[in-house]
Structure formats: C-alpha cells, structure tokens
C-alpha cells in the first residue's frame, strides 16, 4: 500500500467514524413526548374505565405525576428505551404497581400512554402504547404572514 | 544596542498596549458610575467569557498566516447556524445536540472556508476587506437558502419552525433543548457567581490545540507564510494551500464557537446572529491588545473581560451619567468600531515608524562601512 493510500484510507475512515458517531448522537440524543392518559377508552369492544387516582412516573428521575379521571399531562424523555411506573389503589384499597419498559421509535415525536389499557393488560405494550400524531391545530387569529426581520444590529445586545 | 531608560521602556508599553489601557481607564470610570456589584460584575464577564472565547480564538489562525483579522468567520457562523437549525428540527436536544449541530456545520464550514480562502489568495494584501464583503455576499445566499430552500427543497419536519405560509425558518428559533446544556454541565458555585467548567474545559482544550498547532508543520508553515510569503515559497512552502488551510480552520471553528454562542443565549435569531458576530469578535480581540499581524492566547483572554466589561457597565453608567441608557447603547457601538479603526491606524503607524527606523539603522550601518 503506497503512502498516498493510506493516507486516503485513513481520511474515509475518519469520516466513516464521524458518520457513525452522528447517528449515535441521533440516538441517544432524540427528544419524545410521552403523553399520560386517564380517559376512559375501548379496547377490542371492552370500555375500560378511568382510574380513579393513579400515581405516574415516566423513567427513573422522572417527575411522579397524580392523575384523576379524565386528566391527560406529559412527559418529556430523551432516547428510545424508557421504563414507566404505575401506582395504583383500587376501591378495596389493594395497591398495583407496574413498573414497565418500552420503547418509542426513533422518528416519533409523540407517544401515548393510556392507563386504564395499562392496568387492563400491561404485559401487552401494544395495547397501552400508541403513536400520537397530535391534532391539527386550531384556527387561531394569529396572522398567516410572519414578516422576516433584517437587523444589523439585532445580535448586538446579546453580545 | 542601548540600554532603554525606565521611562522609554514604560511609554514603549504604553505605546504597545494603547487600545488596552483606553479600556482599563474607560472601565475604571465605568464601573463605579453604573453602581454594579462585584458579583454581579464576575457572573456576567465570566457567563460572557464562556460565550464568546471560542468565536474569538477561531480568528487567531489566520492571523498567524499571515491574514488579517478574518472578517470571514462569519460564514463558519451561518454553517453554525444552520447545523443548529437542523437538529432543533430533528429534535436532538442536550449535549448531544450540541456535538450534532457542530458534525452538520463541519462540511458545511470546510466547504465555505475553501472557497473563502481561494478568493482571498487571489486578493493577497487585502484579505481584511475582501472577508468583509465575503461575509455580506455569503449573508444573501444564506439568506436565500433558510428563506426559500428550507422547506420546499431541504426537507424540514417540524411545523413550528417554519413561517406561517410553509417554507422559509422562522425569525427566532428557539433552542430550549439545548440551551446551558454545556454550561450546566460541571457547573459549580464560588462566592455565589456560577462558573461554568464544563465549557471552560472546551475553551481551554482550544487553547491547548491552538498551541500545540502552532508547533506542527503546518503551524511552522502559517508563520512562514506570515512573515513572508516569497521566502517561504522559495523554501518549498505550499503557500496558497497553507493560507487555504489557516481559513479552513478558522471557518470551522467560527462554527463551532457560534454553536456555543448560541447554545449559552438559548435562542437563534435566524437572519440576524451572525451579522455582526465578526465585528465584535474582532473588537474584542484586538482590546485585549492583538495585532492584525499579532494575536496570543491571552489577548483573547484579556479582550473578552475587557470588551464585556465596557458592553456590560456602559449603559448603566450612561443612564447614571445623564439619565438615559441610550448613551450607553450608542457608546457600545462607538466603542466597537472605533476600536477598530484606532488599531488598524496604530498598526500602520507603528509599521511606518518601524520601517523608518530601520531605514536609518542601514543608514547609519552604510555611513559607518564607508
């Protein structure tokens, strides 16, 4: 191998490095929304009932969030693999934890969690896990045109 | 050679370190009228220096080529920005997203230093004012491009960073993901100011790159070419490649410190950062008593706490002076294109006074030998 080979080879193998740590930080470094839901929802014909209070914690540092009937909220991860903790006490004060892994697709923005699916059969990610594809927005009176600003001077304050 | 007197020897730093010691007085005036406390004072300068010192460093190779100051840094800036719009886009948020944004404004940075440094070796002696006007032609494409190209052409997945009508980047985009992500990594707290280490390690990585490239063949080659060209052609040096390189570096690096700038202010003023980001850069670097022909690890250093002193106490004092902030707004202003202009006069001054006398050293040698 002359030196002007391994010179090229070392260079494509340096970019080809580079591209690989790239799609590593893709990875590791995707933002996803995980939306928590408490509504009552149908399941293969079943209607599964709201649970009346339920404790959630998405991932291990994670905020424990208290949820009643009808109360969507969310939480927002980075990466694709997350666990998520379900405390819940039924109507003869039996406590149910779940604590659960799952795993969002890279691509996807949002995910929904519905809890009463979750307490119904958690082994099943598929029946409590969905993607969300989020609602079109409403109209709103904002103005339809944004007017571009060319400022010469606009980056001197935060200088 | 004589001995210089204590006199002579101080009015020779005075003579040397002007534009600095304007800024110690400007600030020793400045800083009692605004009525800021010291903590106050150490937590900006030092929020500023973890802001702005990469941007500044990225300006000192071209100098030791010979260069100038590269007004041009301001196309790694728009590269900058543009790796930033791309993983805001693509939702890659924390250090991560930092490290990403500077991979996607790498080639984009390679590319527009090449071609920068191209057209400034085809206008040797005057590669200040080309990088100049570089910078405002590249500002029109960049322009075109984020306007007109992202969205129909270049593939942008999230609604909200484009204009309403579907195509083009929004006015501001914000950078919440990522904003202090580095800052706040290692951050620690001494007597109250926040320092944070974690960006400060990356600046003085820098630093250390930049010394030790000094003492590469390149490096040696840059100052070759620096002192002077024809020589350093006649000893085999690649002149015009070396001249591209020192660009090359300088582009990609402008990119990198933009993506820092902006990361520590959190949010992206799409069509406006980078305008004056060259400017300020090099005002900064030349208060802390760089040359065009000269500029050191400490200058940087010494320019940042001084610059941001001045850009920090100027409009309270104003205010305090004669009850209005403006002054203040209007003296940064000033101040930053006067420093420029007083040093780039000093420097010619100085070069003038140093041909002449050695114009009468060889003088004198000639009358001495006859």
Known sequence: ?159 | MRELSTKQKILRFMANNTVPLLFVVIIAFGVPLSGYSPTYLAGEVISRISRNTFLIVSLLIPILAGMGLNFGMTLGAMAGQIGLIFTTDWGIVGIPGILLAMIVSTPLSILLGWWCGKILNMAKGREMVTSYIIGFFMNGIYQLVVLYGMGPLIKIISPNLLLPRGYGIRNTVNLIGIRKSLDNFLMIRIGGVPIPVGTFLVIALLSVFILWFKKTKLGQDMRAVGQDMEVARAAGIRVEYTRIMSIIISTVLAGYGMIIYLHNIGTLNTYNSHMQIGMFSVAALLVGGATVASAKIRNVFLGVVLFHLMFIVSPMAGKRLIGQAQLGEYFRVFVSYGVITTSLVLYEVRKKRERGMSGLALAQDQEVTS
């Open chain 1, 1 to 159: 191998m002359t030196k002007r080979q391994r010179t090229l080879l070392i260079r494509v193998g340096a970019i080809v490095l580079v591209f690989l740590f790239a799609v590593f930080l893709f990875h590791i470094g995707r933002q996803h929304t995980v939306l928590i839901d408490n509504n009552t929802v149908t399941r293969d014909g079943v209607e599964l009932q709201a649970l009346k209070l339920v404790e959630v914690q998405v991932g291990k540092k994670g905020e424990v969030l208290e949820m009643t009937p009808r109360i969507r909220d969310k939480a927002v991860v980075v990466g694709q693999r997350h666990t998520v903790k379900v405390v819940y006490t039924d109507a003869s004060w039996n406590e149910h934890v779940h604590e659960l892994s799952f795993r969002i697709p890279l691509m996807q923005n949002m995910v929904l969690i519905s809890l009463p699916a979750l307490m119904k059969n958690p082994e099943d990610v598929s029946f409590w896990l969905e993607n969300f594809e989020g609602l079109p927005t409403a109209q709103s009176d904002a103005p339809q045109e944004e007017d571009v600003v060319f400022d010469e001077l606009a980056g001197f304050d935060s200088f």
